[in-house]
C-alpha cells in the first residue's frame, strides 16, 4: 500500500497542455510500520489516458488508466502479463468497505511559498479522515488520517486540462492505485483519491508532496495498528516535459497475457 500511495502521489503532479502530450518526471520516498521505499517515477498523459512507470530496485512497474473505458491495467517488467481491472465494478465494491458520507476534509492555504522545478509553488496544508472497515462491510471499524503540507503551483501551463482528466477520473470511480492494495486497505485508497478532489479546488497543480497517514479506531487490533505509527510519504517533481507520445504507450504491451481480475 505505501509503494501505491507514493505511485498516486507521484500522478498528482502531471499536467498536460492543449497542444502537446506530458513526460514528467519525479521523485519519492516513503516509510512506516516496519518498511522504508524510495522511487523513480515517470508519469505520462495522453488526453484522458495515463501510464506511471515506477523504478522500484531493478524492477519496473507500470500502472495505467483509460478512463473512457474505465479500465486499469497493472504489470512490471519482470512478466509478460498484465492485470486489467473493471473500474467501474471496482468502484461499487469499494463503496461497500468505505463510507464516504462520514468523510471529513479540509484544504487551507498556509502563507508559505517556495521554489520547486523552477516554479513559484503557494503551500497548502490537507487533512482527511475517512471512516473505513477491514474484512468486509461488517468488518472492524476503523479511522483513516490523511495530514501534510502540499506545494501547489498555479498558473502552470496545462493546469485546465489536468483538472478535466481527474475531474473524469474520480467522477468515474478510479483511486489511481494498484485495486490490489486497495482491496486490503480500502479507507486508505479513499483518501487518497479524495485528496486528488480536494486539489481540484486549489486551482493548480501539485509539485511537492508530504504526507502522513495514520489509522485509529476502537477494538483490540485497530489500537495495535495504531500503536504501529503512520506512514510518511513524500514526492517531487524534478522535470516536465512536452511532447508528442505514441497511443501504444497507453495499453499493456503486444504479446502480453491479460488477466481480467475482479
Known sequence: MNRSILIALAALAVSTSALADVTV???GGGKGMGVSSSMATTTYIKGNKMRTDSVVGDTTRTMIIDVDSQR???FDSKKKEATSWNMQEFAAQ????????GMK???KPNGQTKQIAGKTASGYDIAIEVPAT??????MK??????????IV???????????????????????SDPRAAKGSPGQAKATAEMYRQLLASGGIPYETEFTMKMGGDGP???????????SMTSTVESVVTGALAADLFAPPAGYKITEQK
Not at 142 to 151: E, K, Y
Not at 165 to 171: G, H, I, S, T
Open 134 to 139: 477491514m474484512g468486509g462491510h461488517s468488518g
Open 221 to 231: 487490533m485497530a489500537a495495535a495498528m495504531a500503536k504501529m505509527g503512520g506512514m
Open 72 to 74: 486499469l491495467y497493472s
Open 105 to 107: 476534509a479540509t484544504v
Open 94 to 101: 469499494m463503496t461497500k468497505s468505505v463510507d464516504t458520507s
Open 154 to 176: 498555479k498558473g502552470a501551463p496545462g493546469t485546465a486540462e489536468y483538472m478535466a482528466f481527474y475531474k473524469a477520473a474520480l467522477e468515474k470511480g478510479f483511486i489511481f
Open 142 to 151: 476503523m479511522t483513516v488520517m490523511m495530514n501534510g503540507p502540499m506545494w
Open 25 to 27: 518526471k519525479s521523485t
